[in-house]
């Protein structure tokens, strides 16, 4: 999943990677995930996950100086006809369109130079001083794209992101893709996963937890930001797996926020 701005605008050894940067993250961490409006930078999260392009340096800059560190988020597995590198991408390599997101398409990400674009957007994030990166929509191949990706297309395409991650410095989310959580789990540095809770999906992340690493959970149902009981509940059951749940608004715009203790 993935939102519109407001405005137009590994390191490998045998099969495991990992980070190599100052930042390793564990389960305790807490985080904030706001892609839109004006950046809320008052919360006491360990870490940030704002958008690349729409987030300058200077604000990823102060963040470091409040002490928080900085998840850079992009869609690795779709174009978006307003992003900055747009004229990038070759027709050839944009098919379907996204559901209900206009202006977002699945790409082919076999492609050559596909992987050269992300490697743009992965030193972006470098430049501007990210310490990682949450690569978005990297499940297509359960989707109609329009080119016939499969199973270990996925699995090559997403263990490539973490690894030209991890040799810039950075580390890597597993964005859901839950049914190859088995498979990338020793590449990816934690995971950040939207409705496993609503969804009954939570299990698939307990790879993640036993390898001590966080698992930041984003839950939208309304009834969970405004009924106690069923807050606490979910609360209740995040505490017990050791997810990082966050109740927050579909735009993720911060206009709501609960954290669950």
Not at 9 to 17: D, G, I, K, N, Q
Not at 37 to 51: P, S
Not at 119 to 147: H, M, Q, S
Not at 189 to 212: R, S, V, Y
Request: proline share 4%; aromatic share 14%.
């Amino acid at each position: 999943m993935r939102f519109r701005p407001l405005l137009p605008l590994f390191v490998m050894f045998s099969s495991v990677c990992f980070a190599v940067g100052k930042y390793q993250p564990v389960i305790g961490d807490t985080w904030q995930w706001q892609l839109q409006g004006t950046l809320n930078t008052d919360y006491n999260a360990t870490v940030y996950d704002i958008d690349l392009f729409d987030t300058s340096w200077k604000t990823i800059r102060a963040l470091h100086a409040k002490r928080h560190k900085v998840i850079c988020y992009f869609s690795a597995g779709t174009y978006e006809e307003w992003r900055d590198d747009k004229d990038r991408f070759k027709p050839e390599h944009i098919g379907t369109a996204l559901d209900d997101w206009k202006g977002e398409y699945w790409i082919d990400i076999r492609a050559r130079h596909i992987k050269k674009v992300m490697i743009a957007r992965l030193d972006l994030a470098k430049t501007k001083g990210c310490d990682g990166v949450e690569p978005d929509n990297v499940d297509g191949y359960l989707k109609e794209t329009g080119f016939n990706l499969t199973y270990d297309d996925q699995i090559a395409f997403n263990r490539f992101l973490a690894g030209e991650a991890h040799q810039r410095g950075m580390i890597v989310a597993l964005k859901n893709d839950l049914d190859q959580v088995a498979e990338l789990v020793s590449y990816f540095d934690l995971a950040i996963n939207e409705q496993c809770f609503e969804f009954d999906e939570c299990d698939k992340l307990q790879p993640f937890i036993d390898q001590n690493k966080p698992v930041f959970n984003a839950e939208y149902k309304a009834e969970w930001a405004n009924n106690g009981p069923l807050k606490q509940r979910l609360c209740d059951d995040a505490k017990k797996r050791q997810i990082q749940t966050l109740v927050l608004p579909l735009a993720l715009d911060d206009s709501y926020r609960y954290a669950c203790p």
